[in-house]
Nanobody
Framework: QVQLVESGGGLVQAGGSLRLSCAAS??????MGWFRQAPGKEREFVTA????????YYGDSVKGRFTIFRDNAKKVVYLQMNSLKPEDTGVYYC??????????????????WGQGTQVTVSS
């Protein structure tokens, strides 16, 4: 099992940027990703990256604005969010998959979840 701890959430104005971090501990983590859930909505896939960091997946609503990258030596995965919009508001969850490929995460399948961090974008 992997323990995941997110940080970096907060309040930002529309057009601004935030960087989320997810620190992993426990078993060696493989594919990693981020999901989000807005009030009254289902959890949504945001992005995922494979073990090596060489293959990324993005949800359509964040392509071109968000970037996922990882530092395996530090066991940290980051989500850089630029050009934020009010519709990006929600709780952001870090997720891990046992597979080295992030394809499963891109389909919404994760083996471990963090506790979530709130991101609020004001208009």
């Amino acid at each position: 099992q992997v323990q995941l701890v997110e940080s970096g959430g907060g309040l930002v104005q529309a057009g601004g940027s935030l960087r989320l971090s997810c620190a992993a501990s426990g078993r060696t983590f493989s594919s990693m990703g981020w999901f989000r859930q807005a009030p009254g909505k289902e959890r949504e896939f945001v992005t995922a990256v494979n073990w090596s960091g060489g293959r990324n997946y993005y949800g359509d609503s964040v392509k071109g604005r968000f970037t996922i990258f990882r530092d395996n030596a530090k066991k940290v995965v980051y989500l850089q969010m630029n050009s934020l919009k009010p519709e990006d508001t929600g709780v952001y969850y870090c997720a891990a998959g046992r597979s080295m490929s992030a394809y499963g995460l891109s389909l919404g399948t994760a083996d471990d979840w963090g506790q979530g961090t709130q991101v609020t974008v004001s208009s």
